[in-house]
């Protein structure tokens, strides 16, 4: 159940007050992420290394707290879980879906198939009833290295969802990285918390077994 935050004890309240005083909350970065685990194993049990990464990245974020945090109108809460939502384009179309989990499962080859299964079936471009304030909104830029990146609709000072994009994976002596964009509040965010966020995306990659079936 999510928590509503105590602003009195709250140790964030000075920097949640000091950019909330700002036009503009938002600010983005991006840097480099090597996932030549997350490739192998993709690869070794014939699973999407998209939905593969979808999964690496919303388990990481998940185990930094600071990305449960939301705004509502009648204050902060810290949400018990983020889902993923992800962009998505059915083999020869050129338009995209919007496709939602709603459940991050602890293994990632039963959240791979779900992912896979949802996109497949999904006909409509979004489901509404799925959006929430709970969500990580994903997407994918296979055809080009991203340097950097922006987000549409980031009008509401109080958008408290994460934005993560990746671009094209190309080999780096002998290592698979890719570049990773976010897009984050920064009344919630700091660059500290894109450090332990890829601390924990780091954690989890080198800790799948490419020999899994």
């Not at 791979?112 to 999904?122: D, G, I, L, V």
Request: net charge negative; hydrophobic share 35%; aromatic share 12%.
């Amino acid at each position: 159940m999510d928590q509503k935050v105590d602003m009195n004890t709250w140790s964030r309240k000075q920097l949640f007050d000091h950019f909330s005083m700002t036009a503009d909350p938002f600010w983005a970065v991006t840097y480099e992420e090597d996932v030549t685990e997350i490739r192998r194993f993709a690869k070794r049990n014939g699973i999407s290394f998209y939905h593969a990464m979808i999964w690496c990245v919303s388990r990481a974020l998940n185990a930094v707290k600071e990305f449960h945090y939301t705004i509502r109108e009648d204050g902060i809460y810290e949400l018990d879980e983020r889902l993923p939502s992800f962009t998505s384009m059915k083999e020869g179309s050129e338009n995209f879906q919007i496709i939602t989990v709603n459940e991050l499962s602890d293994d990632i080859l039963t959240f791979c198939n779900h992912a896979k299964q949802t996109a497949e079936s999904q006909e409509e471009f979004i489901r509404y009833e799925k959006e929430s304030d709970a969500l990580i909104f994903i997407s994918c830029l296979p055809w080009i290295n991203v340097t950097g990146l922006t987000n549409e609709g980031l009008t509401d000072r109080n958008d408290s969802i994460p934005r993560i994009t990746w671009g094209r994976y190309q080999e780096k002596n002998g290592r698979t990285v890719l570049s990773m964009s976010f897009e984050v509040n920064h009344r919630l965010i700091d660059g500290y918390h894109i450090g332990q966020f890829h601390e924990a995306f780091r954690f989890i990659a080198s800790s799948l077994d490419p020999k899994a079936i």
